[in-house]
Structure formats: structure tokens, C-alpha cells
């Protein structure tokens, strides 16, 4: 017996729309690429309210075929287009978003994003995963890249992730580590430790040049003998060493241009660092060591294993975690007051220390720019401000010894 038969008065329907036998609705339509759709509903006030949508989504531009394009699709649509990354911080940003974004909230459609999702996933990151703000903020970078991405292929209005960051820092009071160069103290401790240490004497070479040159870690372990002049007392910087250990790439070692047209430089080699040059000749010269590794044609580099292999950061890095514990427990025997200690660092906090010397003796802003190879003078002057702040801390502290030194004196009886 149909509806008719039944007595049920049925519905006035507007084009494209259908009762269904079941008694649900339908509407069909079709869209400006004359693609035909269908979308369905258990009343017609739910199917009228999807029109709207539809109609609006119209009005704006808004791809009807954004209600099945996820995360994960935009994503690969964006890393076939991206371009003027390094390849190497192109290839961090797949990694990172490979390992958390893209098995679960990468699955998500866009049409269906909300702010809210993006904050609690961000809070998943921090809260369950224990992730490093640093991590999450490179995470952030790309998601948030994917999804302006989407606005402007008018798959959505707006970006649900635009602010959601800041938000998290506020509320979970995180901060990026603000790097800390080693004082005068703790430089000339890392620095002698090494040098009458023999367990440690093999790696003074290569940190004593990094604090003397203030180059990149790339740079450092890229170096070969024919980029330095010990006669004229010069390092030439044309390209970087760059180390892969990603889990879906493998190891793998590459040699790039620096990391900007500022970074192919020329810098001036201080005793220091020419002693640490020769330094290392006569190393490998007396243990028979020497390069073994050609690296997109690159060859005859520097700083090596004992294999004949470049040195990589990672290496370096655990290097320094073993000196930086060996250094502190033999100053704490020692039972001084007051020692002075090597804080946790990495291999790039050398450079920032070798700024920060260079700031503090007064050398030219435009002279560290060029040294360090950054192209926008900012990068410098921040680091400038920050090692100009410390240096006015210190003056104000002997002045104000200085003072109170006066006033004990004032204060004695005549």
C-alpha cells in the first residue's frame, strides 16, 4: 500500500528532491564540473538544512568534492608542489609529519575541521606523546602550510589551525629553549678538558675550530683540505655536509650549497683554529688515518672517523653529552665552591658562543653577519641584543659591588 493509499499527505518537494520508499529524502544535483551527487536524510528539514550548505559551499566556491579529500590527500598534493625548502629540512617535514600526523589525524576529511580538533591533537602531541615544543612547532609548520593550502584551493573557508599553537604555548606555558652560549669560564674549561684529557684529546680538533669559526656543523664536518689556506690563513665556505637518518629513508649522507647565498663565504682563520688544524694533520698521520669517502664528488674531507668516514652531528652531539658529564663529575670531585660547570649543549651552541665573543670584544655587526653567513642582519642583531644584554648585566653587577664597596669604606671610623 503506498503513502497515497494510506492517507499520508506528501510532502511539497523542490527540484531534486525525492521521497524515498523507506520514507528518507534525497536530493540530487549536479555540480559546475556536471558531476552528479546525491546526499541523503532521515527528514526534509535535514535534507533543506544539507541544501543550504551545499548552496553556500556554492556561493563561496567551496569544492563539493572537499567532503571526501582528507588531510593526508592535501598533504601529498602539497608536498608535490612545495618548493625553496633545503633538502634537507623538506625531508625533516615528511618525517615528521609521516611519524605523527599521518595515522591519525592526517585521516581526518577537511570539510570536517574544526579548531577544536587541531587543539586536541596538539594536546595529544604535548600531553600523551610528550613531544618537545620544538617538535610540535615543526609539526605546526607543515599542517599549517596543508591547510592554507586547502583555503586557497577553496577546499575551506578558513585555516582551523591558524593561532592554535600560540594558544598551546600559553596554556601549557611552553617555550622554545632560549640557546645559551657558554661563558668565558665555561668555553676555557670545555676547551682545556679536552686538550689534557687523552681520552678526549681526538675531538678537541674539530670543536675547537666550530668555536673559532662560528660555522654551521654542516659546514664544519663538510670541510675537505683544499678549502683551508694555512699559509694565508684562510677557511672558504662553498658548500654543507648534510646527514639523512630518517626511518623511512634510511641513512644516507648528501653535500648541498650553504644554507643561504650569504653562507658561501671567506673566513679568517684564528690561532686557535689553524693550531687545530695541524692539530688534526699530525692525529691522522700518526694513526694512519685518512679519508675514504667520496660524497657527490666530494672528497678528502677533514674531520673523519677512525674509519675515514665524515663525522655527523649526531656523533658529535653524543660526543659532547660524554664530555660535558665527564668534565662536571672531575670539578665536583674537586669539592670547590662555586665550581664553574659545563651546562647541557649542543654542537650548533658553539657557534652561538663564538658570536657572542665576537660581541663582546666589540667586533662590527656587519663583520659578524658576513662571518656567520646570515643573510638578514636581524638574525645577527638578535643574537647581538641578547649577548649585549648579558654584558650590561654583568657591568651593572661589578658597579654595583663597586658601590657598596665604597659605602664600607665610607662607614669606617676616621
Not at 521521497?19 to 532521515?42: C, I, M, S
Amino acid at each position: 500500500m503506498t503513502r497515497k493509499q494510506k492517507g499520508i499527505t506528501a510532502p511539497l518537494l523542490h527540484k531534486g528532491e525525492q521521497q524515498r520508499p523507506n520514507g528518507t529524502f534525497a536530493f540530487r544535483w549536479t555540480d559546475t564540473e556536471r558531476k552528479r551527487h546525491v546526499l541523503y536524510a532521515e527528514t526534509l528539514d535535514e535534507l533543506r538544512e544539507k541544501e543550504r550548505t551545499i548552496t553556500k559551499d556554492q556561493l563561496d566556491r567551496i569544492k563539493t568534492e572537499a567532503r571526501y579529500v582528507t588531510v593526508n590527500d592535501m598533504y601529498e598534493l602539497w608536498r608535490q608542489l612545495k618548493r625553496g625548502l633545503k633538502d634537507n629540512t623538506f625531508q625533516n617535514y615528511q618525517y615528521m609529519y609521516s611519524m605523527y600526523v599521518q595515522p591519525s589525524f592526517g585521516k581526518k576529511r577537511i570539510s570536517t575541521l574544526v579548531k577544536s580538533d587541531v587543539k586536541r591533537f596538539y594536546n595529544t602531541l604535548a600531553d600523551e606523546r610528550n613531544l618537545a615544543i620544538s617538535t610540535i612547532d615543526t609539526i605546526h609548520t607543515v599542517l599549517h602550510q596543508v591547510l592554507d593550502m586547502a583555503v586557497d584551493d577553496a577546499y575551506i573557508r578558513i585555516n582551523p589551525s591558524h593561532n592554535v599553537l600560540k594558544e598551546l604555548k600559553q596554556s601549557h606555558g611552553l617555550t622554545t629553549e632560549k640557546r645559551r652560549a657558554l661563558t668565558q669560564a665555561q668555553q676555557d674549561l670545555f676547551l682545556d678538558y679536552l686538550q689534557r684529557t687523552p681520552q678526549y684529546l681526538h675531538w678537541y680538533p674539530v670543536f675547537a675550530v666550530m668555536l673559532g669559526t662560528g660555522m654551521r656543523v654542516g659546514e664544519a664536518v663538510g670541510l675537505r683540505w683544499c678549502d683551508i689556506d694555512l699559509v694565508e690563513e684562510t677557511i672558504s665556505i662553498n658548500h654543507t655536509l648534510i646527514y639523512y637518518n630518517h626511518a623511512t629513508n634510511g641513512c644516507y649522507c648528501n653535500v648541498h650549497s650553504p644554507k643561504t647565498k650569504a653562507g658561501i663565504r671567506s673566513i679568517p682563520m684564528l690561532g686557535i683554529v689553524k693550531d687545530a688544524f695541524l692539530t688534526e694533520q699530525r692525529y691522522q698521520e700518526e694513526n694512519g688515518i685518512r679519508c675514504e669517502a667520496t660524497i657527490d664528488g666530494y672528497t678528502d674531507f677533514i674531520f673523519v672517523n677512525r674509519f675515514g668516514q665524515p663525522q655527523h652531528q649526531g656523533t658529535l652531539n653524543k660526543a659532547l653529552r660524554r664530555i660535558i658529564r665527564d668534565c662536571n663529575d672531575e670539578v665536583l670531585q674537586q669539592g670547590k665552591r662555586n665550581p664553574v660547570l659545563l651546562p647541557p649543549f649542543s654542537c650548533h651552541i658553539l657557534r652561538h658562543t663564538f658570536t657572542t665573543r665576537m660581541c663582546e670584544a666589540g667586533v662590527n655587526i656587519k663583520v659578524i653577519q658576513d662571518t656567520l653567513g646570515h643573510a638578514d642582519v636581524s638574525t645577527t642583531l638578535n643574537i647581538y641584543a641578547d649577548a649585549t644584554r648579558d654584558m650590561k648585566k654583568n657591568a651593572f653587577a661589578g658597579f654595583e659591588n663597586y658601590l657598596k664597596a665604597q659605602g664600607r669604606a665610607h662607614l669606617k671610623p676616621t
